[in-house]
């Protein structure tokens, strides 16, 4: 899966609310209720990472701050799978 060129990424962004790019990542933070809501929601990233083959980056911090970082080292850019990652983290209920 290659990656995305800008024009495509600028156009995908738009299906991805509250994430940003960043180089050749992608990024969104989260703030939970509390640092058990943190650690809830990282297992949940972790599971559903591990379902699509896709690994993330993910930071906790603060007592209840989470950061995730999506991209796909192997291709040296953000691809379709770090949009659809965005999109299914999205979901999550918080």
Do not use: C, Y
Request: proline share 2%; no cysteine.
């Amino acid at each position: 899966m290659a990656a995305l060129d800008q024009k495509t990424l600028r156009e995908k962004m738009h299906q991805i609310p509250e994430w940003h790019m960043d180089g050749k990542n992608i990024t969104r933070e989260f703030e939970l209720d509390d640092f058990r809501g943190a650690l809830d929601f990282v297992n949940q990233v972790g599971n559903e990472a591990e379902k699509a083959d896709h690994h993330p980056d993910i930071l906790i911090h603060g007592w209840n701050k989470v950061k995730i970082i999506l991209t796909t080292h192997s291709e040296g850019g953000i691809t379709e799978k770090d949009i659809e990652m965005a999109k299914t983290v999205n979901e999550f209920e918080l």
